[in-house]
C-alpha cells in the first residue's frame, strides 16, 4: 500500500463524539500540539444527520479535519457473511454485535492513517475493557511504523476528570450519563446499564432501543443463496439491505432482546445486554436450512470452526491467517445451502416452521424415517445393524473375560 511521506505531528483519531474521544481531540491538539484529523467508521447505525454533528463537534474541539468512512458493505464482506456462514453465537447467545464492528473500525483507521502519512493514531479506550486490545493489536499489525496514543487509558482518567476539562476549556457539551448506554450497528445493538454490572438484575424493557409496536403474529419468508439472505418475503435485494429491513420488521416484536454473560479478553467476566433481532432470526433460519442441506460431518466441523472464529474475532486475532483458511472453509460449505426458510413473529419471539429447497437431503423418495423405507430391504437392515454392532460386541466380549 503506498503512504505519503509521514508527518511528524500528524495524528489520527478515531473519534465517535462520546466524551472520551471528544477530550482525547481537544487534549491531542491544543495540549500537545498534534495536527489532529478525526475519523469516524461507520459499520451501521449513523445516520447522514449524527454524521454531521459529529463532524461539527469534532472540528469544535480542535480537530484540522474529520472523515466519516463508510463500510458498512465492507463490514458485511469481511465480518458478518462469515457469522452468519458459521451460525456463530458467542456462548449460544450473543451474535457479536458490537465487538465485530470494532475490527473493521481498526481496518478501516490503520489504512487511512497509512495513506495520509499520519505518525500516530489515538483512540479513546481506558484500560479496563477489551476494544484497547482490538484496536491496538490491528493498528500493531497494520502499521507497526505508526505510534499508538491513548490518553484516557494512560492518564487513568476519570468521567468526571475529562468533564472538568472541557469544561475549563468552556467546552459546554451535555456530558449527562445516559441511563443506558446504546452502541447501534448493522448487526445489532448492546445496550448496558447499572444491571448488566450485576450478576443477578435483568435489564427492563425501557433499557432496548426497540419497543414491542406489533401484538399480532406475521409470517414471513427468508430466501438464501448460498448461505447470503437475498429476499425477504420473495423481494430481492442485497443481504446488508434485507438485514436492515429484517430488522426493522422483527424489532417491532420486541424480538431479538438478551443478556450475554462471557469471558472478556483481558480474563474478567462481563454482561452486556443487546438487541438483535435481524442477527438472530437470520442465524436460526440459515441454521435449519443447513440441517436440511447439509451432511452431518459438515455440520459437525462447521459448528468447531465457526464457534472458533467467532473467539478468535471476539479477542481481535482477525489478522491471523486461519481466520482466513477458516472463511475458505464455511464459503466452500455454502454452496448447496440455498431454499426458502417460513418464520412466524410473534411479540418477543419467533418460530421456525420449515424449509423448501432443491437442495433438501430429506428426500421422501429414498424413504421416510420411521415409516417406511425405499431403498434397502429388511435382510439388508439386518446385515448393515450386524456389522455396525461388531466393535462393541468385541470389546464386550474381551472385557468380560478379563472382569
Keep these: 500500500m503506498n503512504t505519503k511521506e509521514i508527518n511528524s505531528k500528524k495524528l489520527v483519531l478515531a473519534y465517535s463524539g462520546g466524551l472520551d474521544t471528544s477530550y482525547c481531540a481537544m487534549h491531542l491538539s491544543q495540549d500537545l500540539g498534534y495536527e489532529v484529523h478525526a475519523v469516524s467508521v461507520n459499520t451501521g447505525g449513523f445516520s447522514p444527520k449524527e454524521i454531521e ?9 480542535g480537530a484540522k479535519s474529520y472523515t466519516s468512512i463508510d463500510a458498512v458493505q465492507s463490514f458485511y464482506e469481511k465480518v458478518v457473511k462469515y457469522l452468519i456462514f458459521g451460525n456463530v453465537l458467542r456462548n449460544n447467545t450473543y451474535p457479536l454485535s458490537v465487538s465485530s464492528e470494532r475490527i473493521v473500525q481498526a481496518i478501516e483507521i490503520a489504512r487511512y492513517a497509512k495513506q495520509n502519512g499520519a505518525a500516530a493514531i489515538a483512540h479513546g479506550s481506558t484500560g479496563a475493557g477489551n476494544d484497547q486490545v482490538r484496536f491496538d493489536m490491528i493498528f500493531q499489525i497494520i502499521a507497526p511504523e505508526i505510534e499508538i496514543i491513548t490518553p484516557i487509558r494512560d492518564r487513568q482518567l476519570s468521567r468526571e476528570e475529562e468533564i472538568s476539562y472541557l469544561k475549563e476549556r468552556g467546552v459546554n457539551y451535555s456530558w449527562e450519563k445516559a441511563k443506558y448506554s446504546i452502541n447501534q450497528g448493522l448487526w445489532g445493538t448492546s445496550v448496558g446499564g447499572a444491571e448488566t454490572l450485576t450478576s443477578d438484575q435483568g435489564l427492563p424493557s425501557e433499557a432496548f432501543p426497540s419497543q414491542l409496536k406489533n401484538e399480532k403474529s406475521q409470517d414471513i419468508t427468508l430466501t438464501f443463496t448460498k448461505g447470503e439472505l437475498t429476499a425477504i418475503d420473495g423481494v430481492t435485494q442485497t443481504p446488508v439491505k434485507n438485514i436492515e429491513q429484517l430488522e426493522k420488521i422483527a424489532s417491532s416484536f420486541a424480538i431479538g432482546r438478551d ?3 462471557g469471558d472478556t479478553i483481558i480474563g474478567i467476566k462481563g454482561r452486556v445486554g443487546f438487541e438483535a433481532a435481524a442477527p438472530l432470526l437470520i442465524i436460526k433460519a440459515h441454521h435449519l436450512l443447513e440441517k436440511h442441506t447439509l451432511s ?11 464457534n472458533f472464529y467467532g473467539m478468535l474475532l471476539h ?13 475458505a ?20 419471539r419467533f418460530e421456525l416452521k420449515g424449509i423448501k429447497s432443491e437442495h433438501d437431503l430429506m428426500a421422501a423418495r429414498f424413504g421416510s424415517y420411521g415409516e ?32
Aim: glycine share 6%.
Design 315 to 327: 479477542e481481535g486475532n482477525y489478522l491471523d491467517e486461519v481466520m482466513r483458511n477458516i472463511e
Design 329 to 348: 472453509f464455511l464459503q466452500d460449505a455454502q454452496k448447496n445451502v440455498s431454499g426458502h426458510v417460513f418464520i412466524t413473529l410473534y411479540p418477543y
Design 296 to 306: 452431518k460431518w459438515q455440520q459437525f466441523q462447521k459448528e468447531q470452526l465457526g
Design 259 to 261: 443478556v450475554h454473560v
Design 53 to 61: 454533528e459529529i463532524r461539527k463537534k469534532a472540528l469544535a474541539l
Design 372 to 403: 417406511i423405507n425405499k431403498a434397502w430391504s429388511a435382510e439388508d437392515a439386518k446385515g448393515f445393524i450386524k456389522i455396525l454392532s461388531n466393535s462393541g460386541k468385541i470389546a464386550s466380549q474381551i472385557n468380560k473375560q478379563n472382569d
